[in-house]
């Protein structure tokens, strides 16, 4: 059996072999790309695996039978635009702590003589670098941080045109800023960095909230925060899920706005590799056609109610839980 280091945490080729070992980080991984359940099953019996994977985009019952789920490997998060006239009024859909803590950086960084707003509708480098020496701060600083943009450096010079960025400057110091592709009829962002230290307002936020206005003035249909792998807990944290939920985005199959994502059929198998709780977003009902999503919560203990109302949301069909191997189902849409 090959084994293959992941650059992201999902592969981006269907491979010609049948299973390969794959690692990403600290994460075991044995994807198979050809009909194999019966000699992927058979490695889960090895105490080394983290998890499992068949490529499909086929329906095998043996899989969703085993424990397996069915999903993208990539969701989207989109803001339909045509919902507001004005940044203002999509500001009044937030609950009211996000509404006052966006409102408080507004009037603190606007009121200070020292702050800047930059916006580049074409790339250019002396930003870019100042972009990039904080983004590896911040990737410095997570537990499982990846350099992702890295390899895309040269690509935003190369094809400046192509992209947005948005920065956030007190004096000459760059505190927040995030990189945005022009695609079509939406501007997506790609990478965004803010600074940590010594700053007492919610600079993301506010990036956020100034990326929706220029889209919305712009004309765009669709603003998005970007893509995430469909699996929570380990590279990306289950707190950005929350933070992108919280900011009124909905996650979409990544397929769907024409972006590559593959499906696949995942079972985790040894939940500590995610500090014991991990989220997984797949298809409604194991169903590959689907555009809406299900929730897969995976936790090596018990969690309170309180807790599993902050995995629950209104863009969900289903959230299961799956505790010491408990199932339990709740219907979102009751809420």
Known sequence: MNTLKLQEPYSDEVMNRDLIKENFLDLNIISSYKPSYESLIDKEKNNQVDILRAYSTEKHEK???????????????????????????????????DR????????????????????????????????????????????????????DYKEFLLNKGRY??????????????????????????????????????NV??????????????DGYEFTSLGADPTLYGHMVSIGLF???????????????????????????????KFNGLAMSLAYENNN??????????????????KEKNKFRSSFFSNVFFKEDFYEEVIDSRLE
């Open 164 to 201: 947005k960025g948005i920065y956030f400057y007190l004096g000459d110091t760059l505190i927040g800023g995030v990189l945005c592709i022009k695609k079509n009829n939406m501007l997506r962002a790609i990478y965004l960095a803010t600074l940590k230290d010594n700053i007492n307002v």
């Open 242 to 272: 929350r933070i992108k939920r919280k900011m009124g985005f909905k996650p979409l199959p990544s397929k769907y706005m024409g972006e590559d994502s593959l499906d696949l059929y995942e079972k985790i198998v040894n939940i500590e």
């Open 100 to 151: 006052h803590s966006i409102r408080k950086t507004i009037k603190v960084l606007n009121n200070n003589p020292n702050f800047k707003l930059v916006v580049e509708d074409v790339i250019k480098e002396e930003n870019l670098k100042k972009f990039y020496d904080l983004y590896k701060s911040n990737i410095a600083s997570m537990q499982n941080g990846v350099d992702l943009l890295k390899s």
């Open 204 to 217: 993301s936020r506010y990036l956020y909230y100034t990326l929706i206005r220029v889209s919305i003035e």
């Open 63 to 97: 899989y969703i039978d085993n424990g397996f789920i069915v999903k993208p490997s990539w969701v989207i998060w989109i803001l339909e635009n045509k919902r507001f006239n004005n940044v203002n009024e999509y500001v009044t859909v937030l609950n009211k702590k």
């Open 288 to 305: 590959l056609s689907s555009k809406k999503l299900d929730c897969y919560v995976f936790c090596s203990s018990r969690l309170t109610e």
